[in-house]
């Protein structure tokens, strides 16, 4: 359960997603039986799992005048010790029960405690209840006290040593997953920021109409392009000018730009597909992010979820899960990509990795389900398509700056490709 308002004390408080947090405490504290829970720097409690309290010795601690204030004041220096030291620290309360602070730090700030324990290291001898008595004699309800006393955990030092070092272990996991955070919300706002001063320059130029679809259209075919061979930093750059773009050709209408946006999703979605994306998990892919577009207002908040998108798909291009051979894949792609120009062919990109043509040719089919000259071809075939736009080259022109001699065998390719031969396509442009 969430406790109070207390939060992290930090601009960033939500960032340890509490849900999260609480599911992570249950499963440590139903491994070892021992109670758990996070505070703030102040020393106040604002996550504990489930439905779990503190043991009725403590509540009875803690029900008593200023007893709540000392538990708080003594977590407060066990945390900053934990913190100093950036490890486990042992401490005993004011009431003689045992536990141990495990800081949460994000770098370099102190955000905070896991606290563990509530446990004895020995089992209750005349001693400790001599002791008890100095420490907590003047309770009101100090016989009720005593009777809860047998009632306490009781640990070996071992065994707390053990589960201080499994939590400390849970924590930094959990400060790992905070500081990913962290950095995907630096990255959004950056980008926001970058969207929201292009948005300003460009809200000058919109009366000029220097902006039209046709333009639109060709950068987003030359973008989707780049989808489909896999080039995210190209995708990535193109996508930025585009939404611009679009920004300026719709006037700023954001009833259009979301329609446009969500246009532009399905085509990436099936340009991702063509560069080898599972179909399944473009659609998943696809249905996750048009569920959230609906909630949102702010045109550079539509922009910041087509980056997004985009960059989930680009990350997928051609990335699906235990592909032991990635790495060289990819090599072999950038080569092609550096290299179409040239009459490169497997063997050339084999010798390239150091690699047989034979294992190559067996990782492309094993990793992208396509051979190494389909994937030429395409990274050609692209190219054409948008060389073929510029009247001043020939067709055999443009077969020679793709790598490919033979016009004959180029108009067969593209034909393949497109659907129609390179003239035709080149008519149709005008």
Known sequence: MIVGHGGMNEPEENLLDPNYLEE??????EATGLKIEAINNLGETFAMPGNQDRCEFCQLIRSHPNGEKKCRDLYVRASREASKWEEPYFFRCHAGLVMWAVPIVVNGSALGSIICGQVLLWEPDEYFFVELKELVG?????ETLLKNVPNLEVVSPTRAQAAADMLFVVVNHLVKRNIHVLEEIHKFR???QNIREELETRKKEVSCGNYDYDSYMKNERTFLRYIRLGNHAKAKSHLESLLIDLYSITLGDKLIIKYRLLELSALVSRAAID???DVERAVLILNDYHKEVDKIDKIEELFSWAN??????SNNVFTITDKKHLGLVKSAREYIMDNFHRPIDIEDIAQSLFISSSHLSRLFREELDCTVNNYLTRVRIEKAVELIKKPELSVEQVSRAVGIKSQSYFT???KEYIGVTPLVYRNSLT
């Not at 992570?24 to 504290?29: N, Q, T």
């Not at 003047?138 to 100090?142: C, E, G, V």
Request: no cysteine; aromatic share 16%; proline share 0%.
């Open 412 to 414: 067969k390719i593209f």
């Open 24 to 29: 992570v405490l249950g499963s440590f504290s």
């Open 138 to 142: 003047n309770l009101t309800n100090f």
């Open 275 to 277: 560069g080898g994306i």
């Open 190 to 192: 950056t980008q926001q």
């Open 308 to 313: 997004q998108i985009v960059e989930e798909f």
